[in-house]
Every structure is written in structure tokens, then in C-alpha cells.
């Protein structure tokens, strides 16, 4: 049970904060249309897209990242990598795993089945993998203060 609470956890907050980044892209977009957008907006818009986003990415993301960070456990099981090492290893695969489902959905549906808006720059793909980052390098961490894998 503690491996799926250690990957809730680190979904919710890579969520959050791909979130977060992907209002802040809009709310810059407004920004240069001329629209003022305050504080108060920005913690709405997040609020509401992540509600709103709740019902589709959220399950994605947590689909993708319990069976790659699975996989990565299973690869690098046997002490091939040290634990600092392998925090930036389920880093690495929370980024490229992200990248892989924005990239796969822009391929397939085009700009239309963008799931997050942000990703239609280079930059915004970029933010949206450092919220996969941080969900893997999280979840790896919590692993390891209990020291237990993801599933035997």
C-alpha cells in the first residue's frame, strides 16, 4: 500500500504543478493581449483547470507514471545505480514519459487533441517534462525512506 501512496502523492504534486505552469503560460498569454490578470485570477484559473483537467490528464498521469516508474523499478533493481543516482534516473523517465504522451497526442490528434495547452512550444513541452521530473524524483525519494520497491 505505501508504494501506491508514495506514487499518489508524487502524481498530485506533479499534477499540481504541471498545473500551475500550464495557467501561467495562459495567464503570460493574456498578459500580452492587453488583458490584466491578477493574483486573484491566476489562483482561480489554476483552480479551475485543475478540476477541470482532473477528469482526463489526471488519470493519464497517473496511468503513465505507475507503470514507467514500475518499469524503471523493475530495470534497475540489484544496486546497479546509487540512490542519488537513482532519484535523477525516475527523474529522467517522469520527464521523457510526459514528453513521449504530449508528443504521441499532437502526432495523433493534431493541435486539437493538445492535451496541455503549454505544450505547443518548445518551451512549454519543456515546464510540462520538469512537472514529470518532479513527480518521478519525488516518488523515488519517498521510495527510498522506506526502502521498499515498487511491488515484488
Request: hydrophobic residues 50%.
Amino acid at each position: 500500500m505505501k508504494p501506491f501512496r508514495h506514487l499518489l502523492i508524487a502524481v498530485l504534486v506533479g499534477y499540481t504543478l504541471s498545473v500551475i505552469l500550464n495557467t501561467s503560460v495562459s495567464a503570460a498569454t493574456l498578459q500580452g493581449f492587453g488583458i490584466d490578470v491578477g493574483l486573484y485570477d491566476r489562483l482561480a484559473m489554476a483552480a479551475t483547470e485543475w478540476v477541470g483537467l482532473a477528469t482526463v490528464y489526471l488519470p493519464l498521469y497517473l496511468i503513465l507514471h505507475g507503470t514507467v516508474f514500475w518499469l524503471v523499478d523493475r530495470v534497475t533493481r540489484g544496486g546497479v545505480f546509487d540512490a542519488s543516482t537513482l532519484r535523477w534516473v525516475f527523474a529522467i523517465a517522469g520527464a521523457l514519459s510526459l514528453m513521449t504522451l504530449y508528443l504521441t497526442f499532437d502526432r495523433v490528434l493534431g493541435s486539437s487533441g493538445v492535451l496541455v495547452a503549454s505544450t505547443r512550444t518548445t518551451s512549454g513541452l519543456l515546464l510540462q517534462m520538469g512537472s514529470g521530473a518532479v513527480s518521478g524524483f519525488l516518488f523515488c525519494l519517498l521510495r527510498q525512506r522506506n526502502n521498499a520497491p515498487i511491488a515484488d
